[in-house]
């Protein structure tokens, strides 16, 4: 039905369908939710509307295709709140909603690449779905586990303990997989284990992180002395080759505490606490913190330790 020259523009329900490509059953339901009141009818009790409604009618599209529910949609029709107020509460809700659903595919990431059972999928989307605080809780409580009762560097461990996972807002599917991998980390009693026998190791020494020359200069020179040793894997030097034993000399002089001979077995003792020390596991737990924090990159320095390892223990036979 179009209108006549001069006569302002009437349609029936079946046009509007026409020109919004809605259709008759949806503008019908609007009108009668009070969405789209008629402004006439015909004599046959036809609805009619004119071109004040066909606007109206493009707009309770437009914020129902943004997800705008019917309450909203009335309130702004009737001006008793603005739209960019409506759009900001339903831009929070899409907000939180697309979260979770990154955190949903973090996790199936996770299970299609490791293939993991359901116990495990469970598991997977409860670590993907903490909160900050149980993220920092669970940080704690490892480390409370693994340096409880010893006589450790409390320096050293509070250093440990500060470097939290903070996940940012909107985190990347590589972080959110970063965060999944590292929760695992810190559960897995295997990984406890270890942790905790570094840390007797270190109790036993008697606070040597602050107190003793020797495991300071260590400290100091163990990048160094890390990346000479790569600098030798990638030569493809055997860990017994003059370099080697080079290496290990000064690792074993630097390493010694005063009093402390350079024998045999004290390279071996180096050899085993450098081996332990040198697990991936613990290289991990740092490449994962940085990932989830945007931190820099942590290089991977296990071959380079082992090779290190190496060379003690062909210089102490």
């Not at 993907?128 to 920092?136: I, N, P, T, V, Y």
């Not at 695992?184 to 020494?205: H, K, N, Y």
């Not at 990638?234 to 017994?240: C, H, I, R, V």
Request: glycine share 6%; proline share 4%; hydrophobic share 40%.
């Amino acid at each position: 039905m179009e209108p006549v020259r001069g006569e302002p523009a009437v349609f029936t329900i079946g046009e509007l369908s026409r020109r919004t490509g809605l259709s008759v059953k949806t503008i019908r339901y609007y009108s009668d939710e009070g969405l789209l009141p008629p402004t006439d009818r015909t004599s046959a009790g036809y609805r009619l509307y004119d071109t004040t409604s066909l606007a109206r009618l493009e707009l309770v599209r437009t914020l129902r295709e943004l997800g705008v529910g019917l309450a909203d949609v009335r309130r702004v029709l009737a001006r008793t709140q603005d739209v960019s107020t409506v759009a900001a509460k339903h831009l929070e809700v899409l907000e939180e909603q697309l979260r979770v659903l990154r955190l949903r595919r973090a996790v199936l990431r996770a299970v299609v690449k490791r293939g993991g059972e359901l116990n495990e999928v469970k598991l997977m989307n409860k670590l993907a779905s903490m909160s900050d605080e149980e993220r920092r809780r669970l940080v704690d409580e490892f480390w409370d586990e693994v340096s409880e009762g010893l006589d450790v560097d409390s320096e050293f461990y509070d250093r440990m303990r500060s470097a939290k996972p903070e996940l940012p807002d909107d985190p990347t599917p590589r972080q959110l997989e970063a965060w999944i991998e590292f929760a695992e980390l810190v559960r897995d009693p295997e990984f406890r284990g270890l942790t905790r026998r570094m840390s007797e190791r270190q109790a036993e020494r008697g606070q040597v992180a602050t107190t003793d020359t020797a495991a300071r200069a260590q400290q100091e020179h163990w990048c160094e002395w890390s990346d000479r040793a790569q600098a030798a894997v990638d030569q493809g030097l055997a860990a017994d080759s003059p370099t080697g034993r080079e290496l290990a000399d000064e690792i074993a002089a630097r390493s010694a505490a005063e009093g402390v001979a350079d024998t045999p077995r004290f390279r071996a003792e180096l050899a085993g606490r450098i081996a332990e020390g040198a697990d991936p596991r613990a290289e991990r737990y740092w490449q994962l913190l940085a990932i989830i924090n945007d931190w820099p990159a942590v290089p991977s320095r296990n071959e380079a330790a082992r090779w290190i390892v190496a060379a003690l223990r062909a210089t102490a036979d």
